[in-house]
Nanobody, 124 residues
Framework: QVRLVESGGGLVQPGGSLRLSCSAS????????MGWYRQAPGKERELVAT???????QYADALESRFTISGDSAQNTIYLQIDNLKPEDTAVYYC??????????????????WGQGTQVSVSS
């Protein structure tokens, strides 16, 4: 199948920056879109941003311009740049690849894949 691996999280002081990365690997697959979600303690998982294979990006309405999604579609990799980090950005950030087609036993099947998440903590 497909494995999503995130990296780049950590403990940062308010005002700092982080760049998260997510790479997909596995058997024969086709990714059409990848995105970032986050889940803060005691809250539901929420959308941060998405990027299509063609490079079209979309951001959650409630988020500020401090978040920038980018990627390399040929490498099935996306990034999330977060600037001017705030304590309320503290969350586990998850990578998502929805409606990904995977060739299994000669048949194309569609799945949603999630990474394990990377912790971002913002504190002084």
């Amino acid at each position: 199948q497909v494995r999503l691996v995130e990296s780049g999280g950590g403990l940062v002081q308010p005002g700092g920056s982080l760049r998260l990365s997510c790479s997909a690997s596995g058997s024969i697959f086709e990714i059409f879109k990848m995105g970032w979600y986050r889940q803060a303690p005691g809250k539901e998982r929420e959308l941060v941003a998405t990027r299509t294979y063609g490079g079209v990006t979309q951001y959650a309405d409630a988020l500020e311009s401090r978040f920038t999604i980018s990627g390399d579609s040929a490498q099935n990799t996306i990034y999330l740049q977060i600037d001017n980090l705030k304590p309320e950005d503290t969350a586990v950030y998850y990578c998502n690849a929805p409606q990904t087609r995977v060739l299994l036993g000669g048949v194309w099947r569609t799945y949603d894949f999630w990474g394990q998440g990377t912790q971002v903590s913002v504190s002084s």
